[in-house]
């Protein structure tokens, strides 16, 4: 499938909102923790658990996903999940207690954790290999928007309406963006052509599971997801405990980073056509390890400094999952692209959940509040970055 150049901006531009408001979805209750435990009476083990029970469902929504995507209309897949998404966001607004907020969170995992999957599987098959970065770049722009601009509003909204409020109107977005996949997605269904109808579930796993380029290709998200989420769960923590930034500051630590990123993601798209995409992507995990470093030793520096540093995380940790990504888009067949990309979601999430796990074993608190530790994860975080330089270049381009 081709497309001309304006209908495949107008495509590019919807799914990154559709990965801005998933994004959103998604972050927005971790900075909700005050407001849900005043009002709802959460204690921190049960915050815990809402937070969580997204992960674990996505993870597990996209592993069932791993052996069914490629039965479907990439478009009917993408309506359907964020059809359900919104359901289940305005659910999280109605929600009276926590039990209902629980069941919310767990549907919204569902079906969130499957619609990044299957925006990057309609970009693999839209989009040819030779742009493929740059697409990459822009649609994963919806991450950069939801830390400058999403959740901040959020914040604002629950500060002065009340906590609902930031979920039904997310849920009013997600009716505009779902307009818009109406209008500006294709059908996508070249990769059914090729696909045995009679095969079974576990003929699918097999057919997935057997490749070892699948293989290579969802340990380098591994890697990069246990490198970055070490560390990325205690920033705020540890800034707030070891260097004494206010808690009001810390918005300025995510707009800040978040802003860095809207301009260099669609710049290292365009490296990632231009160059090899697995050298790319070890330049700019090398890179990372600045960043990773300085967040990491907990530098007595001013705001000013701690912001030039968190810029410099945001853009180059952040920065290294477009290559990546689109080495594993490419890594595959067309029509096993949708369920590589269903497995590789359910990696992130249990990668992710594993790494920030590992972390919280190895961080522990002073007498002083001071979070000790954090220079060892980081250490950890380059050696897993380091593995990942080496799964990339295991990893062959396929289509």
């Known amino acids: 499938m081709t497309l001309n150049p304006r209908k495949e901006s107008a495509l590019l531009i919807t799914l990154m909102l559709v990965m801005f408001t998933t994004i959103v979805d998604?972050?927005?209750?971790?900075?909700?923790?005050?407001?849900?435990?005043?009002?709802?009476?959460?204690?921190?083990?049960?915050?815990?658990?809402?937070?969580?029970?997204?992960?674990?469902?996505?993870?597990?929504?996209?592993?069932?996903?791993?052996?069914?995507?490629?039965?479907?209309?990439?478009?009917?897949?993408?309506?359907?999940?964020?059809?359900?998404?919104?359901?289940?966001?305005?659910?999280?607004?109605?929600?009276?207690?926590?039990?209902?907020?629980?069941?919310?969170?767990?549907?919204?995992?569902?079906?969130?954790?499957?619609?990044?999957?299957?925006?990057?599987?309609?970009?693999?098959?839209?989009?040819?290999?030779?742009?493929?970065?740059?697409?990459?770049?822009?649609?994963?722009?919806?991450?950069?928007?939801?830390?400058?601009?999403?959740?901040?509003?959020?914040?604002?909204?629950?500060?002065?309406?009340?906590?609902?409020?930031?979920?039904?109107g997310l849920t009013l977005i997600c009716a505009v963006v779902a307009v818009g996949i109406m209008r500006f997605v294709p059908p996508v269904r070249a990769h059914l052509a090729s696909l045995d109808q009679n095969a079974s579930w576990l003929d699918n796993y097999r057919e997935l599971l057997s490749d070892r380029n699948h293989w290579w290709a969802v340990s380098l998200t591994a890697m990069l997801m246990v490198s970055g989420f070490l560390v990325i769960p205690f920033i705020a923590p540890t800034m707030v405990a070891n260097i004494g930034i206010s808690q009001h500051d810390l918005m300025y630590v995510y707009l800040v980073g978040g802003a860095g990123t809207i301009f260099s993601r669609p710049i290292i798209g365009n490296l990632s056509d231009r160059y090899p995409k697995k050298h790319v992507v070890g330049a700019l995990i090398v890179l990372s390890f600045i960043p990773i470093i300085l967040v990491t030793q907990s530098l007595a520096l001013g705001l000013g400094w701690q912001l030039l540093i968190s810029l410099l995380f945001f853009v180059f940790v952040s920065g290294r999952f477009i290559p990546a990504t689109a080495m594993v888009t490419g890594a595959t067949r067309p029509h096993l692209r949708g369920r590589l990309m269903a497995f590789n979601s359910a990696v992130q999430n249990f990668a992710s959940g594993a790494a920030s796990l590992l972390a919280g074993l190895i961080l522990t608190q002073e007498p002083n509040g001071h979070l000790a530790h954090y220079g060892w994860i980081g250490l950890i975080s380059c050696g897993a970055g380091l593995v990942a330089i080496w799964l990339a270049r295991q990893v062959k381009a396929v289509s």
């Open 26 to 168: 998604f972050m927005i209750m971790m900075p909700l923790a005050s407001y849900l435990m005043a009002e709802m009476h959460v204690n921190t083990a049960q915050f815990g658990l809402l937070v969580s029970s997204y992960s674990l469902a996505a993870g597990c929504s996209a592993l069932l996903a791993s052996s069914q995507a490629d039965r479907f209309d990439r478009r009917h897949a993408l309506l359907f999940c964020y059809a359900g998404l919104m359901v289940a966001t305005l659910a999280c607004g109605m929600a009276s207690g926590f039990v209902s907020l629980l069941l919310a969170r767990i549907l919204a995992g569902i079906f969130g954790g499957v619609i990044g999957s299957i925006c990057m599987a309609i970009v693999g098959d839209v989009i040819p290999a030779e742009r493929r970065g740059h697409a990459m770049g822009w649609v994963m722009l919806g991450f950069s928007i939801s830390a400058v601009a999403g959740v901040p509003l959020g914040l604002w909204l629950a500060a002065n309406a009340g906590w609902r409020v930031p979920f039904l």
